[in-house]
């Protein structure tokens, strides 16, 4: 039963508000906020390059700290509940700190601060002293158990298991850690497994051979993926909502500021935007906040959050601009709050409040070049998105450069910009093309074509083809919710039983061909791109470019090249992410469950992560190019423009890409762009009602009280 009470109190606890800082020395600082409950900014606090050389001195000075408050903390059989809870906190929080600490120490986070390995080394064994010491006198006090530490563990772990719901990669890696924790030292056994099982993943090894940079398409669990050497997040509407789901204590702050808000009250449809913009800023805070320190350790280079804006006033550049300045100056403050506690003792000459957010643009509408170039220009970092083509991408990216180029002149900061290339939707938009076109011809071989039909959706687990016209049945199948590959066993046999493509084996063999070329579609697309902008090559014609046409210095264009980023998104295989690796100008961003399908892969024999160094500018098969040019959407998709071939010959590249890529007028008729665009405003529109549905709720409870 008091195990209980001890693993009770401590998972039930919450953070204590803070006042601004009065501490003398960072030793001190580190230790008031770790015993306020706020053990991850304590230990981020030391993530700060001023300390390169003093950190190990610091971190005996907190452990000599610790260790007398944890001495202090023993529990008396008379203490009243107030006194127990109190000391039981204390001890829970010590271990805490010292486990965050560790993790920091053991993940990629030093080598982004520039803190030596020795250093990490040292500040590492007096964690490691500092744990054996509290699980020592812990024992002593409990009889030989650990209720304490094996709490402040399981709170750990749950988090980790939130997930994905269990799903993700990180989730998946905190079963095999519990299953390593020694109940006789729960802390240290923890730590160390979690070291191990961190550095043995392919992504920390991606990120310590600097093969290339990571990103999160989650809003949780971003921490561990930090050590993991994750440097952005991608967040939308369908994001959002998904964090409110796995984290239901989300919906508790974004409760207190619907209560700061009585003017929602009775407002709802009219105040809808500002409802959902205020909701998904309350799953954004947390991610601002995990990346802080390596954004301005590394002037905004890393730690970058994209927030997207509202889909609805994508087409707008006026809107689009509104909504970003709004959220950039909540998030402003926000951070200014923040940082009092994370940067206090630092040099005043960095500045506070700056967020660590760029926008995500939709790139499927012009109005996208106007806003890339405007907020670009202002120092705010784009992250265009809805981009599938070569022909988006390229004057998408000339666009942000140029803003960047502005901000330069002018003394602007620059922060980090980014191109998603969302190769898995151009993928499943092609699959959608074909699977109709060759379920088109199948259908016409067939006899009674409603059965056909029927049995193939049966097969496939169909529930919406029930429509009443044999096109329409064929557009539910073909989506790429249904038939996910076109090597479906149940898709293969139908197809193979209408004899539309010849034999069993030349059905079969022709649909696992176009497999294989649908799936390179999106790499191509990206590989494209990237050496246009980032080979070797090219690289220096455009630090040329941006030196000839802007009169900034070579050190100036050197920082803004360096701030764009390729951004690989929408993954469908762990081949999407080993094909689009480079060493400089790229970040791989992708979902958790995706995650665990790229470890998977790595864990397999005889895979050599070293074959794929710099693999985005590997050479693919010509005939399968050739083949995939055939199909009308891809060519729009992998080819150029009159417009564009302009623009990039001004830079000095001239290569013969072909000018049938769509058109800047033509961007939101493009088939990827508007199946994405729907699903982005539906999801936009659900979890808008979700939020003010929430609202009412608090407005009603609150009518009831004043009653």
């Given at each position: 039963?008091m195990?209980?009470?001890?693993r009770?109190t401590?998972?039930?606890?919450?953070?204590?508000?803070?006042?601004p800082?009065t501490?003398?020395d960072?030793?001190?600082h580190?230790?008031?906020?770790?015993?306020?409950g706020?053990?991850?900014?304590?230990?981020?606090?030391?993530?700060?390059?001023?300390?390169?050389?003093?950190?190990?001195?610091v971190?005996?000075?907190v452990?000599?700290?610790?260790?007398l408050?944890?001495l202090?903390?023993?529990?008396?059989?008379?203490?009243?509940a107030?006194?127990?809870?109190?000391?039981?906190?204390?001890?829970?929080?010590?271990?805490?700190?010292?486990l965050?600490?560790g993790?920091n120490?053991?993940?990629?986070?030093?080598k982004?601060?520039?803190?030596?390995g020795?250093?990490?080394?040292?500040?590492?064994?007096?964690?490691v002293q500092?744990l054996?010491?509290f699980?020592?006198?812990?024992?002593?006090?409990?009889?030989?158990?650990?209720?304490?530490g094996?709490?402040a563990?399981?709170?750990?772990l749950?988090?980790?298991k939130?997930?994905?719901?269990?799903a993700?990669?990180?989730?998946?890696?905190a079963?095999?850690?519990?299953?390593?924790?020694?109940h006789?030292?729960?802390?240290?056994?923890?730590?160390?497994?979690?070291?191990t099982?961190?550095?043995?993943?392919?992504?920390?090894?991606?990120?310590?051979r600097?093969?290339?940079?990571?990103?999160n398409?989650?809003a949780i669990?971003?921490?561990?993926?930090?050590?993991?050497?994750f440097?952005?997040?991608?967040?939308?509407?369908?994001?959002?909502a998904?964090?409110?789901?796995?984290?239901?204590?989300?919906?508790?702050?974004?409760?207190k500021?619907v209560?700061?808000?009585?003017?929602?009250?009775?407002?709802?449809?009219?105040?809808?935007d500002?409802?959902?913009m205020?909701?998904?800023?309350v799953?954004?805070w947390?991610?601002?906040?995990?990346?802080?320190?390596?954004?301005?350790?590394?002037?905004f280079h890393?730690?970058?959050?994209?927030?997207?804006?509202?889909?609805n006033?994508?087409?707008?550049l006026?809107?689009s601009?509104?909504?970003a300045?709004?959220i950039?100056?909540a998030?402003?403050?926000?951070?200014?709050?923040?940082?009092?506690?994370?940067?206090?003792?630092?040099?005043?000459?960095?500045?506070?409040?700056r967020p660590?957010?760029?926008f995500k643009?939709?790139?499927?509408?012009?109005?996208?070049?106007?806003?890339?170039?405007?907020?670009?220009?202002?120092?705010?970092g784009?992250?265009?998105?809805?981009?599938?083509?070569?022909?988006?991408e390229?004057?998408?990216?000339?666009?942000a450069?140029?803003?960047m180029?502005?901000a330069?002149?002018?003394g602007i900061?620059i922060?980090?910009?980014?191109?998603?290339?969302?190769?898995?939707?151009l993928?499943?938009?092609l699959r959608?093309?074909?699977s109709?076109?060759?379920?088109?011809?199948a259908?016409?071989?067939?006899?009674?074509?409603?059965?056909?039909l029927d049995?193939?959706?049966?097969?496939?687990?169909v529930?919406?083809?029930s429509?009443?016209?044999?096109?329409?049945k064929?557009?539910?199948?073909?989506?790429?919710?249904?038939?996910?590959?076109?090597?479906?066993?149940?898709?293969?046999q139908?197809?193979?039983?209408?004899?539309?493509?010849g034999?069993?084996d030349e059905?079969a063999k022709?649909?696992?061909?176009?497999?294989?070329?649908?799936?390179?579609?999106?790499?191509?697309?990206?590989q494209r791109?990237?050496?246009m902008?980032?080979?070797?090559?090219?690289?220096?014609?455009?630090?040329?470019?941006l030196?000839?046409?802007f009169?900034?210095?070579?050190?100036?264009?050197?920082?803004?090249?360096?701030k764009v980023?390729?951004?690989?998104?929408?993954?469908?295989?762990?081949?999407?992410?080993?094909?689009?690796l480079?060493?400089?100008?790229?970040t791989?961003?992708?979902?958790p469950?995706?995650?665990y399908n790229?470890?998977t892969t790595?864990?397999?024999p005889?895979?050599?992560l070293?074959?794929?160094?710099?693999?985005?500018?590997?050479?693919?098969?010509p005939r399968?190019?050739?083949?995939?040019l055939?199909?009308?959407?891809?060519?729009?998709?992998?080819?150029?423009?009159p417009?564009i071939?302009?623009?990039?010959?001004e830079?000095?590249?001239?290569?013969?890409f072909?000018?049938?890529?769509?058109?800047?007028?033509d961007?939101?008729?493009?088939?990827?762009?508007?199946?994405?665009?729907?699903?982005?405003k539906?999801?936009?529109?659900e979890?808008?009602?979700?939020?003010?549905?929430f609202?009412k709720k608090?407005?009603?409870?609150?009518?009831?009280?004043?009653?």
């Amino acid at each position: 039963m008091m195990i209980d009470r001890f693993r009770e109190t401590i998972l039930r606890s919450q953070p204590e508000d803070l006042s601004p800082p009065t501490s003398l020395d960072h030793a001190g600082h580190v230790v008031t906020l770790a015993l306020a409950g706020h053990a991850q900014t304590a230990a981020d606090h030391l993530l700060n390059p001023e300390l390169r050389g003093n950190l190990v001195e610091v971190m005996g000075n907190v452990a000599r700290q610790l260790n007398l408050r944890f001495l202090a903390a023993a529990i008396s059989p008379g203490d009243r509940a107030a006194e127990f809870k109190k000391k039981v906190l204390e001890r829970a929080r010590a271990y805490e700190l010292m486990l965050e600490i560790g993790l920091n120490m053991s993940g990629i986070e030093p080598k982004i601060i520039g803190l030596s390995g020795a250093e990490c080394d040292d500040t590492y064994s007096i964690i490691v002293q500092a744990l054996g010491t509290f699980a020592e006198i812990e024992a002593k006090d409990h009889g030989g158990k650990h209720p304490i530490g094996s709490a402040a563990v399981e709170r750990m772990l749950v988090e980790m298991k939130k997930i994905m719901k269990g799903a993700g990669m990180m989730a998946k890696i905190a079963d095999e850690i519990e299953a390593k924790v020694d109940h006789n030292s729960p802390a240290l056994s923890f730590l160390q497994s979690t070291r191990t099982a961190l550095r043995e993943t392919v992504y920390y090894k991606i990120s310590a051979r600097g093969m290339c940079k990571l990103g999160n398409d989650y809003a949780i669990g971003l921490r561990w993926l930090r050590h993991l050497g994750f440097v952005q997040v991608s967040t939308n509407p369908v994001l959002a909502a998904k964090a409110y789901d796995d984290d239901p204590s989300l919906w508790d702050e974004f409760g207190k500021v619907v209560r700061q808000h009585k003017d929602w009250f009775g407002s709802w449809r009219r105040r809808g935007d500002e409802i959902a913009m205020e909701a998904t800023m309350v799953a954004l805070w947390p991610n601002l906040v995990v990346f802080r320190p390596i954004a301005l350790a590394s002037k905004f280079h890393h730690g970058m959050v994209s927030y997207q804006l509202n889909p609805n006033v994508a087409h707008s550049l006026e809107g689009s601009l509104a909504d970003a300045l709004k959220i950039y100056s909540a998030a402003t403050g926000f951070l200014a709050n923040y940082d009092r506690q994370l940067t206090w003792g630092y040099d005043a000459k960095m500045e506070r409040g700056r967020p660590n957010i760029v926008f995500k643009v939709a790139g499927g509408y012009p109005a996208a070049l106007e806003v890339t170039e405007n907020l670009n220009g202002v120092g705010i970092g784009t992250n265009n998105t809805v981009t599938y083509t070569v022909a988006q991408e390229t004057p998408l990216i000339i666009r942000a450069i140029s803003g960047m180029a502005k901000a330069v002149k002018m003394g602007i900061p620059i922060t980090q910009a980014y191109e998603t290339n969302m190769g898995g939707r151009l993928e499943s938009h092609l699959r959608d093309v074909e699977s109709e076109r060759i379920l088109r011809q199948a259908v016409g071989k067939v006899k009674d074509k409603g059965k056909f039909l029927d049995k193939l959706a049966q097969g496939l687990g169909v529930k919406d083809a029930s429509a009443n016209t044999v096109e329409r049945k064929i557009s539910a199948i073909s989506s790429f919710k249904y038939l996910k590959s076109l090597t479906n066993p149940a898709f293969v046999q139908a197809i193979a039983d209408s004899g539309a493509f010849g034999s069993a084996d030349e059905t079969a063999k022709y649909l696992s061909d176009l497999e294989r070329d649908i799936g390179f579609s999106g790499t191509l697309v990206c590989q494209r791109v990237y050496w246009m902008f980032f080979s070797e090559e090219n690289r220096p014609k455009w630090l040329n470019y941006l030196q000839r046409k802007f009169q900034v210095t070579p050190e100036q264009a050197a920082e803004i090249l360096d701030k764009v980023d390729m951004l690989p998104a929408s993954k469908r295989k762990p081949d999407d992410t080993y094909l689009t690796l480079a060493n400089r100008n790229m970040t791989n961003t992708e979902f958790p469950n995706h995650q665990y399908n790229v470890l998977t892969t790595s864990r397999k024999p005889g895979f050599d992560l070293s074959s794929f160094e710099n693999s985005v500018m590997m050479k693919h098969d010509p005939r399968m190019i050739q083949r995939l040019l055939q199909l009308d959407d891809f060519k729009k998709a992998y080819e150029l423009t009159p417009q564009i071939q302009s623009q990039i010959k001004e830079a000095g590249l001239s290569p013969d890409f072909g000018l049938s890529g769509v058109r800047v007028q033509d961007w939101p008729k493009f088939g990827s762009v508007v199946k994405t665009m729907d699903e982005f405003k539906g999801a936009y529109e659900e979890f808008k009602a979700t939020a003010i549905a929430f609202v009412k709720k608090v407005a009603k409870r609150r009518a009831r009280a004043a009653r």
